[in-house]
């Protein structure tokens, strides 16, 4: 192969915090300015938990520049070319840059203690932010819009089309949702069915969990009171929050009601993604609730996994096809129907749990199905 195409499946853009501000609506200014230092120290304290501070401070010395590429286009496609990309995915930044969106808006979108009019507006200054960079390279930057949809499904609705009138090209989603209706709840149908017409792939990016179980309460009165061992506990389970959506959206159905939605996973090891999907003779996997072995659905549930590898920023297409073997379900039918319903007359083979994904290679223009 003499040519091929390097997509970034993750990319990060996001105007340093005290920028934001134009992008706020005017009647928000007031609620931006005050929470402006409480974030800035909120920021500051994450690096210091995760013990970033002195590495990142190493890190940019000398590149200040190529930094500002989170917020300047210009110099961002000098990095880009640099580093031989022809486009990316374009989701918030955060903690590194200490550029995150107001209100709670980017990567978590929690709304534990949050207000549901500031978040949407944090959410609306950043997306148009982004559809302002895209323009500049429309023709390779892919931007997400963030959509907190567990407060308005209606409301959630008319912003993914908003976005997408505005150039953007996806939605990023909170992968927790606190008291809220989880992703199976048939409430969020008509927001599915926004984005498969629209065209709008789903995506979920890792970083949010529920921070206090592993570093005390946030925020601490001292560093001190950070319990130790808590970085790494963090960094062995963030992953179960960022497939939980995957996982409700699967079993609700999702991809059987709405069979051309597409979903990414990003930032996440390709062993971490439990269920992926791609073209449709792939096979998605389910783990059975008793252990006994697991199940594929043929066609129906599709979803694209994309995720940080051992080769970064690289776009893979996960195939989890494999030889079934002859022996059947150790199910009664009954009991299958219980489980599965509607979606028993999908369900092959019993499989044997530990089946590695192959890989299958292409260009990397070709794998970005929804875009």
């Avoid at 980017?106 to 549901?116: I, L, N, V, W, Y």
């Avoid at 601490?220 to 130790?228: F, I, K, L, S």
Wanted: glycine share 8%.
């Amino acid at each position: 192969m003499d040519r091929y195409l390097v997509i970034s499946s993750d990319g990060h853009i996001g105007l340093r915090a005290p920028d934001y501000r134009p992008y706020v609506e005017a009647k928000y200014r007031p609620a931006f300015d005050a929470a402006l230092p409480i974030q800035i120290e909120a920021t500051q304290r994450m690096s210091d938990y995760f013990l970033i501070t002195e590495i990142n401070e190493e890190w940019r010395r000398g590149r200040d520049h190529e930094l500002s590429g989170a917020w300047d286009p210009a110099a961002r496609d000098q990095v880009l070319d640099g580093d031989g990309i022809v486009a990316e995915v374009l989701f918030p930044d955060g903690v590194t840059e200490m550029n995150s969106p107001p209100f709670g808006a980017g990567f978590t979108m929690r709304p534990d203690g949050a207000s549901a009019e500031l978040m949407w507006a944090g959410c609306d200054a950043h997306n148009r932010f982004c559809a302002e960079f895209v323009q500049t390279a429309p023709e390779r930057r892919i931007g997400l819009a963030c959509i907190p949809v567990y407060w308005d499904v209606a409301l959630a609705v008319k912003k993914t089309e908003e976005a997408r009138k505005n150039g953007l090209a996806g939605v990023l989603l909170p992968p927790m949702w606190g008291s809220f209706d989880a992703y199976h709840h048939p409430k969020y149908d008509p927001f599915w069915a926004a984005c498969q017409d629209l065209a709008m792939p789903v995506h979920f990016h890792s970083g949010p969990a529920p921070m206090e179980q592993f570093f005390g309460p946030l925020p601490p009165t001292d560093r001190d009171a950070v319990p130790p061992g808590a970085v790494g506990s963090y960094l062995m389970e963030v992953h179960l929050w960022l497939t939980r959506p995957l996982t409700f959206m699967l079993w609700g159905g999702v991809f059987t009601r709405f069979p051309k939605l597409k979903v990414a996973i990003t930032d996440c090891s390709r062993s971490k993604v439990c269920y992926a999907c791609g073209q449709s003779t792939a096979l998605v996997w389910l783990f059975l609730s008793d252990g006994l072995g697991c199940g594929w659905v043929r066609d129906r549930d599709r979803c694209l996994g994309l995720g940080g590898t051992r080769r970064a920023n690289r776009l893979s297409r996960l195939d989890l096809r494999s030889n079934v073997p002859s022996r059947p379900w150790l199910h009664s039918e009954r009991d299958l129907a219980s489980t599965f319903g509607d979606n028993l007359q999908s369900l092959g083979r019993c499989n044997p749990i530990g089946t590695s994904p192959r890989i299958a290679g292409e260009k990397a223009r070709s794998c970005l199905l929804w875009h």
